[in-house]
């Protein structure tokens, strides 16, 4: 209700003083937009670290947005005991790219990595000084995996390399450019360039990785390598002792009646134990396909793990000592008094929101576990309520509050940092004690005579009972909003919430599909809640049903027009729009943007990444899995299944679909081109009115500057050609 009120009152607000709120959002503020990355609190609790994420525009290459929070960060660092502001740790001059590691346990030293070019290379900052020596040495920075651990003051263990070696995870994404042009030139000069994958009797074990685990002693200034093999994350003990590392095992590939899931790889995730003093390995369970992540005891001499094997899943316990393994119990039956919770890991979004609707349940071992490893000194926000902490002083003078986070800095500290969000979209970083504050940042000043628009609640019933929320965004600062054109961005299974969704406030950073923009352009644009069968029928799935009621809700406020109405779909949102398209022909306009419009032909596609490196891996069952069980919710694979393929395949019902279309695609999208291309020429064939847009050196979101903004002026041209008479631009009226 607080939000809601907040966001109403902006609106008041500017119509009573344009000075104020001057402008409406726009794609030049998206792509300035400032951020706060990863914080972190050394364990003495004096030091505060914190990575600042600098606008996109300042970003080395603009077509590197899926590597965006290494190439935006900039660390800063906060003395707490002594105050004064925010220190940035690498000069203004140089451009951002400088990741926060970790702290060392007494909180003497901070380890960073800083890209040079296409590597990364590892820093120790002494905290005593301010130094920071760079080593050549080059970490395998992966935010999604523990690779990077302190074992105390002097010592502290990575995966990585030496300095001539490119990060797996920081640089992976160039890869296809270099491979590719260095084929081409083979060709060209008549040498071999050739690429192969394996099934069967065929299939390979993965390539010979070059990553290998480092322990240094920073004293000594040595890194002693300790193993070598495809690792991706790694485990130390408590005692220091031994290290569990986690990396690719055997290749992995399903039996045809078996079950697929999103997160199988295509090789298993394998288990060693590497003993740090002597260096030799031990392979507790070759044969085993572990799930999640290991834990080890207290003392660290033994350590749990969950598996999936041809035996079915069950709890694993290896004695490091004795180098034994034995069997606990299937999946949450292990008994005793002290218990080990397992995490089984986050699932992929589809798995968690559709058929299974999934839900990662602890496992349990017997036996007490240490505590669940987690980078060193990272903390994590906390929500605070709308208007709470108002009397601390934090919140600039005549802001309006959109939104607070809290972050104690240590479990006993009576300090905090606080995080404060205008409804403009200007940010403010503190540190708060004693109800005291002290500023350290301000974030998105650029956005401070930002106008955004009004997010309003509507809500409609389901046929099985209760209410769906839906949000509808409307235009800033306009005194007449009655019959504007609505457009509405639809995604299959996404059901929204009583909160506004933050990727489509200003607040967020959401280059495609974006509500504000479209708003800005004088639009009424509508965010419907589309709960989905776990399986889509064979004769075809009607994928405007859902959003009927949502439309409907809109119309009933009176500020939209029932005569024009628009779609924009991005992704699965591109192939539903597709099939909306299709079934009904209330739409005036549709655009469908890194959409799928083949089912069964996209399940067997590579994607760019794994077809010029295949020797990497390619995910074939989770792409199975994502039709099978997942988002394209066919149940069966297409040769059990193929008129439910083609009936909810786009192009496969193009003579049934009414509207102009704007498809839009890119070169290096994991959603094939090609499909897109299929669709056109499906329309083409027909003589309807279609336009293929195609954007090169992108993926599967269009972000670099020019790219998006010719983006929006196609989008929102397309808009007013076909919804009638052109939206008013936002404070026309003035």
């Known amino acids: 209700m607080a939000s809601r009120l907040a966001a109403a009152l902006a609106v008041l607000l500017c119509l009573m003083a344009a000075p104020i709120c001057a402008r409406s959002y726009g794609v030049d503020d998206l792509l300035r937009h400032e951020d706060i990355g990863v914080v972190r609190l050394d364990p003495a609790g004096r030091w505060l670290a914190f990575e600042k994420r600098d606008a996109f525009l300042a970003m080395a290459r603009q077509d590197r947005l899926t590597r965006a929070d290494l190439l935006r960060a900039r660390p800063y660092l906060v003395d707490l005991r002594r105050g004064g502001p925010a220190r940035p740790l690498v000069a203004d001059s140089d451009r951002p790219g400088t990741v926060l590691l970790g702290f060392s346990p007494g909180g003497t030293r901070l380890a960073l990595a800083r890209l040079e070019g296409d590597r990364l290379r590892l820093g120790i900052m002494t905290m005593a000084s301010g130094a920071i020596d760079w080593r050549p040495i080059t970490p395998a920075y992966d935010p999604f995996h523990t690779t990077f651990a302190w074992l105390d003051e002097d010592r502290l263990l990575l995966i990585g390399g030496p300095s001539d070696q490119s990060s797996t995870w920081a640089t992976s994404d160039l890869a296809l450019d270099i491979l590719t042009r260095a084929r081409w030139d083979a060709t060209a000069s008549g040498r071999l360039a050739v690429t192969t994958s394996g099934s069967g009797r065929y299939l390979r074990a993965p390539a010979t990785s070059r990553e290998q685990l480092l322990l240094l002693d920073l004293v000594a200034r040595r890194a002693r390598p300790v193993a070598q093999g495809a690792f991706t994350a790694l485990f130390p003990a408590a005692d220091g002792r031994h290290v569990a590392l986690v990396g690719d095992g055997d290749p992995r590939q399903p039996a045809a009646d078996a079950i697929v899931r999103e997160e199988d790889r295509p090789f298993t995730d394998a288990l060693w134990i590497v003993d740090l003093t002597s260096g030799a390995q031990w392979q507790p369970c070759r044969n085993c396909a572990m799930a999640g992540e290991p834990r080890w005891d207290l003392k660290g001499r033994r350590i749990a793990f969950a598996t999936r094997d041809a035996a079915g899943s069950a709890i694993m316990m290896a004695d490091t000592g004795h180098r034994r393994l034995r069997r606990i119990a299937p999946y949450g039956q292990a008994g005793g008094v002290a218990r080990c919770r397992l995490g089984t890991g986050s ?63 240590g479990p006993h500290a009576r300090a905090s940092l606080v995080r404060i969000r205008a409804l403009t979209g200007e940010e403010w970083l503190f540190t708060e004690r004693d109800r005291e504050c002290r500023p350290l940042m301000t974030l ?143 739409f005036r306009a549709v655009v469908a943007s890194a959409g799928l419009y083949d089912l069964a032909g996209t399940i067997g596609t590579f994607g760019p990444s794994a077809r010029a490196m295949p020797e990497n891996g390619v995910p074939i069952a989770s792409l199975y899995a994502w039709a099978e069980r997942g988002q394209g919710r066919m149940g069966a694979p297409p040769w059990r299944a193929p008129m439910r393929y083609v009936d909810n395949s786009p192009v496969y019902v193009a003579d049934r679909m009414h509207a102009p279309m704007l498809i839009i695609g890119a070169d290096r999208d994991v959603s094939p081109l090609g499909q897109a291309e299929q669709l056109f020429s499906a329309l083409y064939r027909q003589g309807k009115d279609a336009e293929l847009v195609t954007y090169w050196g992108e993926g599967h979101v269009v972000a670099s500057p020019a790219n998006l903004r010719d983006l929006y002026a196609r989008v929102i041209a397309f808009f007013r050609d076909n919804l009638g008479e052109e939206a008013e631009p936002p404070h026309a009226d003035r």
């Open 347 to 409: 699932l992929p979004y589809a798995a968690a929101h559709s058929i299974e609707g999934a839900d990662p349940t602890p496992l349990i071992a017997p036996f007490r576990c240490a505590p669940a490893p987690r980078d060193d000194g990272e903390r994590q926000w906390a929500p605070h309520a709308f208007g709470e902490g108002a009397d601390w002083g934090c919140s600039p003078a005549g802001a309006i509050i959109a939104g607070m986070n809290v972050m104690a800095l």
């Open 444 to 586: 998105n000043r650029h956005m401070a005579d930002v106008t955004p628009a009004t997010m309003r609640a509507l809500h409609h019933g389901l046929p099985e009972g209760g209410q769906a929320t839906d949000w509808l965004i409307l235009p800033p600062g306009r005194s007449g909003m009655s019959e504007l054109p609505l457009i509405v961005i639809p995604y299959p299974g996404l059901v929204y919430g009583e909160a506004p969704p933050h990727d489509q406030s200003v607040l967020g950073e959401r280059p495609h599909a974006n509500a504000q923009l479209l708003a800005a352009a004088g639009f009424a644009v509508l965010l419907p809640s589309m709960p989905m069968p776990q399986v889509l029928p064979e004769g075809g799935f009607d994928f405007a049903a859902p959003i009927a009621p949502a439309i409907d809700a809109a119309l009933a406020t009176g500020c939209c027009d029932g005569t024009r109405i628009g779609l924009w779909g991005h992704s699965y949102g591109g192939y539903a729009v597709a099939m909306m398209n299709a079934a009904s022909s209330r």
